[in-house]
């Protein structure tokens, strides 16, 4: 069926730091791709997405590449800041509009 | 001007009491959602509205009974509050079509004691 995985946190890293974090999906269509982050204390945003293979998002210095070889689609970002303390959610629609597929998220921490 | 806006920020209640949860979103959105959030951060879909209809009714007890009285608005209506319920519920809206970019509210936490 249909689902996320996301690597499992908390992840803590120092600022200026490189971030990765790993997501795998398995879909019966073609879907979308999709990086939500939740701040503490509010409802998720939209970080970036990814509609085709090969797709590239990008946003506030994230990027993921939707890579339909390997069926991932990771985070990166090359210096992280404290700012960036937050849970990220790995998503995708499983081809259609009806609904979101979600990974269980990844706690980031980044210390100063 | 708040996008989606949620009210109460915080509830907190007994176990067996009734609440309500109302959601506006003001982006001209034509679908609607609930959604639950456990205290591992676990997202769960629990109903989903497309222009007042319910398109998405997850294995949810039947004491949680959504209501969309326009595409603008939808409440969550909660019967005999139990302490699995504590957690914090999020609307969200998006356009139809729009490949589920969603637009969240900021939450309302329910405690039951």
């Known amino acids: 069926g249909d689902s996320v995985t996301q690597m499992e946190g908390p992840v803590t890293l120092s600022e200026e730091a490189f971030l990765t974090i790993n997501c795998t999906y398995t879909a019966t269509g073609y879907p979308s791709l999709f990086w939500y982050v939740q701040y503490p204390g509010e409802g998720l945003q939209l970080l970036l997405k990814?509609?085709?293979a090969d797709d590239k998002g990008s946003n506030k210095g994230f990027e993921a590449t939707y890579r339909k070889e390997t069926t991932s689609f990771h985070l990166e970002k090359g210096s992280v800041q404290v700012s960036d303390s937050a849970v990220y959610f790995c998503?995708?629609?499983?081809?259609?509009?009806?609904?979101?597929?979600w990974g269980l998220g990844t706690s980031l921490a980044v210390n100063p | 001007d708040t996008a989606v806006s949620q009210t109460p920020k915080y509830l907190v209640t007994q176990m067996g009491n009734d609440k309500s949860i109302k959601c506006e979103q003001n982006l001209g959105h034509d679908t609607m959602y609930w959604y639950k959030q456990d205290s591992k951060k676990f997202l769960k879909i629990m109903f989903s509205y497309n222009n007042k209809e319910l398109i998405i009714n997850e294995t949810v007890p039947n004491r949680f009974s959504p209501k969309s009285p326009d595409k603008a608005h939808l409440n969550l209506h909660i019967n005999s509050l139990e302490l699995g319920d504590s957690a914090v519920y999020f609307c969200?809206?998006?356009?139809?079509?729009?490949?589920?970019?969603?637009?969240f509210g900021a939450g309302s936490r329910l405690t039951v004691l």
């Open positions: 969200a809206s998006s356009k139809s079509g729009g490949a589920n970019v969603l637009t």
């Open positions: 998503a995708h629609n499983a081809g259609n509009n009806r609904k979101l597929i």
């Open positions: 990814a509609t085709k």
